[in-house]
């Protein structure tokens, strides 16, 4: 195998399904920093929406594009985001985690829009190979960090490793009218993961043991794919760089970290480059 640069990881705030069809401060933050860094040989995504009671790892050629949610225009349902599998991962990745067990799913999954929704800015040409991990729901939070900490041995291996969610995601609690808005309990939690991440971020997992956490994630499939990216900086012993930070209709953080940039993402990234666009999602939406 060739000498490859070491690679960074990311954490994107996804939000809503609409910013795969947005120009926003957050779709420009996104372009940037998959600007930036150096060409992967592949991309491993720890999506939000690949939360089942296994770990498992996308491990066909072609992986298809997933529409999984409801109530939105067809422009997003007509999205394909066409990257080819990279079906060997899958054992580079079971090698790297052991004793983990990590699975290879062959034909079940895909890229969901936890994946694409943000890939389609990042990577637009879909020309690099994309491997899905699962979150495994019925692991505590100490082991998604750990997981994430092993992972952290693909960066010489040209993977780049990315977990795309959001810090703060409580569907119950939206206000449609506070477009990039946050609520007090949002960013004060918000702010909190931040002072922990960018210091010490092999304490992430203590937030989800917080009595506040079930108001800011009441279920935890978003904030999980934060916890890899943390394991990573925990692992390189690095901190995290904020990227880009924010919020939308008053109960999502759009907050996105990278480590392990040679120049910090948030160099690159300028807060104020757009608004937030018009395009709200539907009130029925799922995201």
């Not at 790297?96 to 799913?105: K, L, M, R, T």
């Not at 997992?205 to 904030?223: G, K, N, S, W, Y």
Request: with cysteine; charged share 15%; proline share 8%.
């Amino acid at each position: 195998m060739s000498a490859s640069p070491h690679m960074p990881a990311l954490f994107l705030g996804h939000g809503s399904p609409m910013n795969a069809l947005e120009r926003n401060r957050y779709s420009a933050a996104w372009r940037a920093v998959g600007a930036q860094v150096p060409r992967p040989r592949a991309i491993l995504m720890v999506s939000a929406h690949g939360y089942i009671n296994a770990t498992a790892v996308t491990a066909m050629a072609r992986p298809k594009t997933i529409h999984d949610f409801y109530g939105f225009p067809k422009a997003l349902f007509d999205v394909q985001y066409p990257a080819p599998g990279l079906p060997e991962l899958a054992e580079e990745v079971a090698d790297v985690v052991h004793p983990e067990y990590v699975g290879a799913d062959r034909d079940s999954w895909g890229l969901d829009h936890g994946t694409w929704s943000v890939l389609v800015h990042a990577f637009p040409d879909a020309d690099i190979p994309v491997v899905q991990l699962s979150i495994n729901a019925a692991k505590p939070p100490e082991y998604h960090l750990a997981l994430g900490a092993r992972l952290a041995a693909l960066r010489d291996r040209g993977v780049l490793v990315m977990g795309s969610g959001n810090v703060v995601h409580n569907l119950r609690a939206i206000d449609w009218n506070a477009k990039d808005e946050g609520f007090d309990w949002a960013r004060r939690f918000n702010k909190d993961a931040i002072a922990i991440a960018t210091s010490t971020p092999g304490n992430t997992p203590a937030l989800m043991h917080r009595q506040d956490f079930l108001q800011v994630a009441p279920t935890p499939e978003h904030f999980l794919p934060f916890l890899y990216v943390a394991g990573f900086g925990a692992e390189t012993n690095q901190p995290l760089d904020v990227v880009i930070d924010g919020y939308a209709y008053g109960s999502l953080s759009m907050t996105c970290f990278s480590v392990g940039m040679e120049q910090p993402a948030s160099q690159q990234v300028s807060a104020g480059a757009a608004d937030l666009g018009s395009n709200a999602p539907p009130e029925n939406a799922n995201i």
